[in-house]
Every structure is written in C-alpha cells, then in structure tokens.
C-alpha cells in the first residue's frame, strides 16, 4: 500500500509560480514511475508530467518549458515545479504513483487557481 498526499496547491495570479509536493508513505517510490496528473471542472483527467525510476521524464505539450517534476527518492517525495502559470492551468493537480506491477495510486488532489 502507498499513501500519497499532495500539498503546495492554491490561488496565485497568472504568470506566478508554485512548487507541488507529493509525500508517500507506506512503501518507497524508488521502483515507481511517478506523475502528476490534472483535472479542471467538465474535462477529463490528464497528465501532466512523468518521471520514471530511471529519472526520465515526459511532458504535456501544453507545459513543456514551464513545469518540471522531480523527485527525492531519499525523501520519499516527488516535486512539480509550476512556472509562468496560466489561468487554464486551474485544475485540481492528482499525484500519482505507478507500481512495476503497473498499479496506480492516487493521492486526494491539492487545488491550483491561477487568476488573470
């Protein structure tokens, strides 16, 4: 079992940054491909960014250039580094952990609001 908790979310104006943090517990992510994923009112939920236990990482097309994820396997956390934040950037942000058996848990969600 892992529990993941999301935090860092909240209301910033457009063109501000936030950080994301997403701690597990109950079982090291070191093995795991990580993501973020997010979902804004009426559309479905979609990735944002992935980092696998090798360190690669893959990018929505619609972030690239301002959002970078990373982790810190001896802190059991990963990161989502939110730059130049735009108001369709407004999502409820879900933390995600894949297993090798390919298992997904999700955390509770932390909200972002970026106002213009």
């Known amino acids: 079992q892992v529990q993941l908790v999301e935090s860092g979310g909240g209301l910033v104006q457009a063109g501000g940054s936030l950080r994301l943090s997403c701690a597990a517990s109950?079982?090291?992510?070191?093995?795991?491909?990580m993501g973020w994923y997010r979902q804004a009112p009426g559309k479905q939920r979609e990735l944002v960014a992935a980092?696998?236990?090798?360190?690669?990482?893959n990018y929505a097309d619609s972030v690239k250039g301002r959002f970078t994820i990373s982790r810190d396997n001896a802190k059991n956390t990963v990161y989502l580094q939110m730059n130049s934040l735009k108001p369709e950037d407004t999502a409820v942000y879900y933390c995600?952990?894949?297993?090798?058996?390919?298992?997904?848990?999700w955390g509770q969600g932390t909200q972002v609001t970026v106002s213009s």
């Open positions: 995600n952990a894949e297993t090798l058996t390919m298992y997904h848990y």
């Open positions: 109950g079982s090291s992510i070191r093995v795991m491909t």
């Open positions: 980092i696998t236990r090798a360190g690669n990482t």
